[in-house]
């Protein structure tokens, strides 16, 4: 995937706090996550966290109890898919083969907002 080199500007974070707001989610940011050019929202009615990161990238992230009774973080990626040709090469013969393979598409800022939406919606929805 073509990573992006997006810088969320100041009237893209106010427009996705106030779109956050009206989808009832919080914004839970950390320094860290400020620092490196992402936003963080948590949903308090399914319990899961959105990020939206400037190379394009949007996340949904949920924690889980594994069978042991230990705490889990699973991260799924709610960036569109497109089909690719891949490559890869026989170490022994040396011959390259192509395969077709699926790859994430980064969205611009404005685009991973539409995302928030209709992945908050769509969850609330299902779950």
């Known amino acids: 995937m073509d990573k992006l080199n997006l810088t969320f500007s100041t009237s893209f974070k106010t427009a ?5 707001e009206e989808l009832g989610l919080e914004n839970i940011t950390s320094q860290r996550q400020k620092a490196n050019g992402t936003l963080c929202f948590h949903d308090p009615e399914t319990d ?5 990161h400037e190379t394009g990238y949007i996340r949904r992230r949920w924690n889980i109890r594994a069978w042991n009774g230990l705490g889990k973080s699973t991260t799924y990626q709610l960036n569109p898919q497109k089909e690719a040709v891949g490559y890869w090469t026989d170490s022994r013969t040396g011959k390259r083969t192509s395969y077709v393979c699926r790859e994430r598409v980064a969205l611009d800022q404005w685009g991973q907002l539409g995302k928030l939406c209709t992945s908050v919606i769509s ?5």
């Open 16 to 20: 996705a706090n106030a779109v956050a």
């Open 48 to 52: 899961v966290d959105y990020t939206m």
């Open 123 to 127: 969850y609330r929805k299902n779950n």
